[in-house]
Every structure is written in C-alpha cells, then in structure tokens.
C-alpha cells in the first residue's frame, strides 16, 4: 500500500532507521516484489513496534494479519525468552511461509501462527494481553474491538494499522468505489476509538496512519 507520508520524508525517515538483519532484509524485499503477495507494514512502522515493545516490555502480544511473518518477528524478537506472542492468519499459505520464517528467526518458542479468521479466533482466545496489534481485515476493526478490549489489560494497549487508508478516511482524497465501505467502516473505527470511555488514543501520521490506543 503506497503511504501517506511525502516521498523526501519518507526517503529521510527511512534513512534514520537502524540496518535491518539479514532476514528483515529479505523479507522486506519479498514484499517489495510485486510478484509475490506480501504485504507487510512499511519499515518505520516496524521502528515504531519495536519502540513500543521496548517501552511497554509486554508478556504476551497477539497479533491479527500474520502475512509472512515480518511485523511477528520484528515485536517478538524485542520480547523476553518467556514472552508469547499469538498471530492469527486466515490464509494457510500465508500461515506456512510465517511458521518458516519465525524458524529462521529461531523464534518458534515465542510467536504461535493461528490459521483461522480472526474473529474467530478472537471468540476463543483467552488470557490477557499487554499489547494487540491489528493489521488484518481493515474493514473489521470496529467489529474485533470489543473483543480486544476484553482481551486487553488495563494499561493495555492496542496498536492499529493502516487507520488513514492513504489519506482516503478524510474528504481531500477521493476512494475508490470498491473501498467506499471500508473507509467508511474505518472512519466510523477511528471515531470510536477516539471518543470511547476508557480508552486514550493517538493517531499517528506515519505509514498509512497508525492508531495507539491505551486502556485505562
Ligand atoms: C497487511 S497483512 C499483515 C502484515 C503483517 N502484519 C506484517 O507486517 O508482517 C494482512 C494479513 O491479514 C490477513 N487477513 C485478512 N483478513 C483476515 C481475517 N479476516 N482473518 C485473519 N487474517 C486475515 C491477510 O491474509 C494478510 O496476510
């Protein structure tokens, strides 16, 4: 998905992130080929996660929208060796290229890929999360809030990703007629999230726009 940002300050913004390992790299240039469906989130989006999971140090993270595993490996390779981290993929091919790469990061001891729809997996999952990242099914947020909220902790926070649909959720930028529902949808999302009792949101313009919720 192109971003939001101007390209001179995207260009600048990545060129202060820090080198990525060998496997971010490659992954980065797997989603990079158009070849090849890989969406992952763009890089300072990564640089964002990590400093996240390095302020917040959370226990367990789950995470919707597993792709090929990249934003999974990047959080969980800030995590401690005790840590959980539960990614859901609808996909079974997208599932099995994940399972292979979080191998290769030798992070299978942390980072769980669950193969169903997420809001499936959502009217199971139990336990309490420090941190829940969504990047699946944008049309869905507002749908998988409730859950979220229930699956937070309090001081929990849930990261959204992609929240500003490349500047289409506002009037300036015309949509798409096949993507009218799902901005709609995630305008209506940003607007719950922001005026929702007991949780205190900040939406952040970088990649396609990233929301941080905190619960009180
Ligand atoms: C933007 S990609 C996730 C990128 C990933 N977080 C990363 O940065 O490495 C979204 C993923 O969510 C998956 N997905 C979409 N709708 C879903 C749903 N309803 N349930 C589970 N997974 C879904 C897609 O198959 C896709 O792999």
Same mark, same amino acid.
């Given at each position: 998905?192109?971003?939001?940002? &101007?390209?001179?300050?995207?260009?600048?913004?990545?060129?202060?992130?820090?080198? /990525?390992?060998?496997?971010?790299?490659?992954?980065?240039?797997?989603?990079?080929?158009?070849?090849?469906?890989?969406?992952?989130?763009? &890089?300072? $989006?990564?640089?964002?996660? /990590?400093?996240?999971?390095?302020?917040?140090?959370?226990? /367990?993270?789950?995470?919707?929208?597993?792709?090929?595993?990249?934003?999974?490996?990047?959080?969980?390779?800030?995590?401690?060796?005790?840590?959980?981290?539960?990614?859901?993929? /609808?996909?079974?091919?997208?599932?099995?290229?994940?399972?292979?790469?979080? =191998?290769?990061?030798?992070?299978?001891?942390?980072?769980?890929? $669950?193969?169903?729809?997420?809001?499936?997996?959502?009217?199971?999952?139990?336990?309490?999360?420090?941190?829940?990242?969504?990047?699946?099914? =944008?049309?869905?947020?507002?749908?998988?809030? &409730? #859950?979220?909220?229930?699956?937070?902790?309090?001081?929990?926070?849930?990261?959204?990703?992609?929240?500003? #649909?490349?500047?289409?959720?506002?009037?300036?930028?015309?949509?798409? =007629?096949?993507? $009218?529902?799902?901005?709609?949808?995630?305008?209506?999302?940003?607007?719950?999230?922001?005026?929702?009792?007991?949780?205190?949101?900040?939406?952040?313009?970088?990649?396609?726009?990233?929301?941080?919720? $905190?619960?009180?």
């Amino acid at each position: 998905m192109d971003t939001i940002v &101007p390209s001179y300050l995207e260009e600048y913004l990545r060129s202060l992130l820090p080198q /990525r390992d060998e496997l971010l790299a490659s992954l980065e240039k797997e989603a990079a080929d158009t070849n090849t469906y890989a969406p992952i989130i763009e &890089p300072e $989006v990564a640089q964002l996660l /990590r400093t996240l999971v390095m302020l917040k140090k959370p226990k /367990r993270i789950l995470e919707l929208g597993t792709s090929i595993g990249y934003s999974a490996i990047v959080m969980a390779q800030y995590m401690d060796e005790d840590g959980e981290l539960i990614t859901v993929e /609808r996909y079974s091919n997208a599932a099995s290229r994940a399972g292979e790469n979080i =191998k290769k990061a030798h992070l299978e001891n942390i980072i769980k890929v $669950v193969e169903e729809e997420a809001v499936t997996a959502l009217s199971w999952l139990d336990g309490c999360f420090d941190m829940i990242f969504l990047d699946a099914a =944008k049309g869905q947020y507002s749908e998988f809030l &409730p #859950y979220c909220l229930k699956l937070l902790k309090p001081g929990g926070i849930i990261v959204s990703d992609d929240v500003l #649909y490349k500047g289409e959720v506002t009037d300036a930028i015309d949509t798409e =007629k096949r993507k $009218v529902t799902i901005v709609k949808r995630m305008n209506e999302y940003l607007k719950l999230i922001s005026g929702l009792d007991g949780l205190t949101t900040s939406v952040l313009p970088i990649g396609n726009g990233v929301a941080i919720s $905190v619960k009180e």
